[in-house]
């Protein structure tokens, strides 16, 4: 490139970026071992975001915006809107027709992405981005939409008063980043290791500073004045060793970073999205080498479609994919996803978003959808299809949106106590109840106390596969903690040992049960066991699994292992094992190896457990005590 400057340019680069960002995207939410930080390709969006739509409306000279405001938001409108609202609405239909158990959840979650608040949505009814009981709903990945729509709207009017106030840009660009630096703090201190990160991670506040980072490149490294003239041998070679490094960097942190490390919401967030900042600036730059292979066609051509891809790769998981393959991909599943994904995205970027682009909103109705009963025999056969379809579709979908047509079995987790206490024989059992706490259960607070009648433990002939023989040196005591898993198996566990203390809450993680352990303080004692279920709700820190076993040293200590369809079962069961293998007195209880080829253990959800699974579970837990 020359050094003429233009009001715009295309790097096709930046293509290449957006390629490699939605790719690495697609491989988290396919949960590849390799792709840990894929979840990164957001932030990578989010950067580019505010550098393209900054450099776009900065002028060339003087305090005056490139673009007025109104032709500004037409043109997001027009870019972001059509292709969204097609996906939603399908995807709407699709459930009602073959997955009506998401109804009660996805009415919510369709009206909230139509409206772009789906972020603030997702946090207030406490809908994880790791986490969700059954199916996740397949429009969470509109999350992301819904903050860079927010910030369409907002930025445009704080970037003309910050011209207008400021005059400099160089002065306009400190304040940026003050801004950019002040979020990354309030994620740093809303954040609390071990519980769920969604608030910090979907909060338009929290997320800002990827945006404003990208607002901030704009000012201080204008598109429109990139050039090659005048620029030394030496600022070349430093320039593409930088971008090398940076990409480097990138590569490296989609590999190894995962979404439950403290470092990442303390600061490592904000700093690979500065390295993705160098990364950017330097491929705009004319002399990238980096640039030239980024602007390799195929890359280009999925960079020009990531906005498609991105949209429809998440329903086409979701809806496609069973419960008990989620965490455990199946490779030919993928292959027909991914050739499905490619060719909806290439249909959304010919079909709908191109010639939105070109024509307007108005033209391309006229075109695609006014019937013509005189003209309908000359029309071509895509014409014919999008006049029958659309109305049929807009149909089915307000019927569904307005509770018209009704909802298949929901979630199995809503018939569920939230929390379940069985109280054992002995006279020393007299566990305290736990005092209120913010938890991540997604249902109003509700505890049930079960008083469950001593009940023989079943006979040989009765169920013999589920009868070990019980040691003669059974324990005085035996306590039971855990989640929603452990209330499934509270009666038949209470069935197995009468004399067990069992206490499960729904949505209980480790961080919790760390300050439940001392009103059972009693029980650390050397002829007393510890039964502890947890991970199916999240990851925790080493910290907190160390200070929650030592406040059972003294006691056996068997610790049951999660078999959960989702991204952190792999780590917690690590984790698990380590600590078994690290003390004596830990016995690991292996349900993961028990349960991953039987969904039929599994409620539709996934999660909660059928008969079978209690039986499975109960019997792998008595054979571990009363070996």
């Not at 980072?213 to 003239?229: D, F, H, T, V």
């Not at 303080?521 to 160390?546: H, K, V």
């Not at 991953?596 to 579970?617: C, Q, R, S």
């Amino acid at each position: 490139m020359s050094g003429k400057s233009l009001n715009h340019r295309y790097i096709p680069g930046l293509d290449g970026i957006r390629a490699l960002a939605v790719l690495a995207v697609i491989a988290y939410h396919f949960n590849f071992s390799w792709a840990r930080g894929g979840f990164l390709g957001v932030d990578i969006f989010f950067v580019l975001s505010g550098y393209l739509i900054t450099s776009t409306m900065l002028p060339l000279k003087g305090n005056q915006l490139t673009v007025s405001l109104k032709k500004f938001w037409i043109g997001r409108f027009r870019r972001l809107l059509p292709a969204a609202y097609v996906m939603i609405i399908t995807s709407f239909v699709w459930a009602m027709l073959f997955h009506k158990e998401l109804l009660h959840t996805l009415r919510g979650d369709a009206l909230s992405s139509i409206f772009y608040s789906s972020n603030w949505w997702f946090i207030f009814h406490k809908l994880s981005y790791f986490d969700s009981f059954g199916s996740p709903s397949p429009l969470k990945n509109l999350w992301s939409l819904a903050i860079e729509e927010q910030f369409y709207v907002i930025w445009p009017l704080l970037l003309m008063i910050g011209l207008y106030v400021v005059k400099k840009q160089s002065k306009l660009a400190k304040i940026v980043f003050i801004g950019a630096i002040c979020s990354a703090l309030l994620m740093a201190i809303l954040y609390q290791p071990g519980a769920d990160p969604s608030r910090v991670y979907y909060g338009t506040d929290t997320r800002c500073f990827e945006l404003l980072i990208g607002c901030w490149l704009a000012l201080i490294w204008p598109m429109k004045r990139l050039s090659s003239q005048k620029l030394s041998i030496n600022h070349m070679k430093k320039l593409n060793s930088i971008s090398f490094i940076s990409f480097t960097i990138f590569l490296v942190s989609i590999m190894y970073v995962d979404e439950f490390q403290t470092f990442l919401y303390r600061g490592g967030m904000f700093l690979f999205c500065l390295n993705a900042a160098v990364l950017i600036a330097c491929v705009c730059h004319p002399v990238s080498i980096l640039g030239r292979i980024l602007a390799w066609k195929p890359l280009c051509w999925i960079g020009s479609r990531s906005y498609g891809i991105y949209l429809w790769h998440y329903p086409v998981m979701v809806l496609g994919t069973p419960i008990h393959e989620i965490g455990n991909p199946s490779y030919w599943r993928i292959a027909l996803q991914l050739v499905l994904i490619v060719t909806i995205a290439e249909c959304s970027y010919r079909f709908i978003e191109m010639p939105i682009r070109k024509e307007g909103f108005w033209a391309y109705y006229r075109k695609y959808f006014v019937f013509n009963k005189k003209k309908w025999g000359s029309l071509t056969f895509s014409r014919k299809v999008s006049t029958v379809m659309a109305p049929l579709f807009l149909l089915v979908f307000f019927t569904g949106i307005t509770g018209v047509v009704g909802e298949g079995q929901q979630s199995s987790k809503d018939s569920y106590p939230t929390a379940i206490k069985i109280n054992g024989d002995e006279p020393t059992a007299n566990p305290i109840k736990e005092p209120d706490k913010t938890t991540d259960n997604p249902s109003p607070s509700k505890e049930e106390e079960v008083d469950v009648p001593d009940i023989e433990t079943p006979k040989p002939e009765e169920n013999e596969t589920n009868v070990v023989p019980e040691k003669e040196d059974a324990y005085q005591n035996i306590l039971a903690i855990g989640d929603s898993v452990m209330i499934d198996i509270a009666t038949s566990l209470h069935k197995v040992f009468p004399n067990i203390t069992i206490d499960g809450k729904i949505g209980r993680q480790v961080s919790q049960a760390v300050k439940l352990a001392p009103n059972y303080a009693s029980y650390n004692q050397s002829n007393n066991a510890i039964i502890i279920q947890l991970g199916t709700n999240g990851y925790f820190t080493n910290d907190q699994i160390d200070t929650l076993l030592a406040a059972f040293a003294h006691a056996d200590i068997y610790l049951v292992n999660t078999r959960v369809p989702r991204s952190w079962e792999g780590k917690v069961n690590a984790s698990l094992l380590q600590k078994s293998e690290e003390h004596e007195n830990i016995t690991l209880i292996d349900w993961h190896a028990a349960a991953l080829n039987h969904p039929e253990y599994f409620a539709p959800d996934g999660v909660h457990l059928e008969k079978k699974g209690v039986e499975v579970l109960t019997n792998l837990i008595q054979q571990s005590i009363n070996k």
